[in-house]
């Protein structure tokens, strides 16, 4: 039982560049999210998704989309990356009211 | 939306002191309050929750209080321990909602 994982774990991109930062849980839940983490910023909601098929943006959508591709995965990408997407992010997954998250994914925009 | 405002930004007790974080939100509807520790370099970690119907929970060492009419909610660490160590974050959501999290209190304890 892995819970949530995410790949990679490290990537530096360069401005304008693409990329998807994938998140895949085992534990049949039901909901996905997002995060971004940024010094002093606490975790900032990017998208969700409440079911397989549904997604909806959160406080800081701007810059992403997201795919939920089944109830097991749910990927973010970044159409053409820009130096304020440097951040950690951090998918995470619900069956109820706890959000159990992955290990992260440390991105640096140059 | 909900806001959720949490203070201290960072904490310093010697070991064997309490600490105490305390948050407040904005939305009256929110009902579940949960508090995540996150180590350096590691994922946040649920480490206690807290209903709107209930007013305090503990689990061991770590305690949580709801003020539901004056909408603010506190993490109580005793007896602390250079493993408390780590980031805390407060979180606020109605029902089975999305979470507004707060902007993270640093707990450094000295040996």
């Known amino acids: 039982n892995a819970g949530v994982t995410q790949n990679p774990k490290f990537q530096v991109l360069k401005t304008g560049q693409s990329m998807t930062l994938q998140c895949a849980q085992d534990m049949n839940h039901n909901s996905m999210y997002w995060y971004r983490q940024d010094p002093g910023m606490g975790l900032r909601l990017i998208y969700y998704s409440a079911s397989e098929g549904t997604t909806d943006k959160g406080e800081v959508p701007n810059g992403y989309n997201v795919s939920r591709l089944n109830k097991r995965e749910f990927s973010l990408r970044l159409e053409s990356a820009a130096p304020s997407q440097t951040s950690v992010y951090f998918c995470?997954?619900?069956?109820?009211?706890?959000?159990?998250f992955g290990p992260g994914t440390r991105l640096t925009v140059t | 939306g909900e806001n959720v405002e949490q203070h201290p930004s960072t904490l310093s007790v010697q070991e064997g002191d309490s600490a105490v974080i305390k948050c407040t939100y904005s939305d009256s509807a929110s009902n579940y309050f949960p508090w995540y520790k996150q180590e350096l370099g590691k994922r946040p970690q649920l480490i206690i929750d807290?209903?709107?119907?209930?007013g305090e929970k503990k689990d061991q060492r770590i305690a949580v209080t709801l003020n539901k009419t004056a909408k603010h909610f506190s993490l109580h660490i005793t007896e602390t321990q250079p493993e408390d160590s780590a980031v805390y974050f407060c979180a606020a959501s109605k029902g089975y909602s999305t979470l507004t999290f707060g902007k993270g209190t640093m707990l450094l304890v000295s040996p």
């Open positions: 807290i209903r709107s119907n209930v």
């Open positions: 995470a997954s619900s069956g109820g009211s706890e959000q159990y």
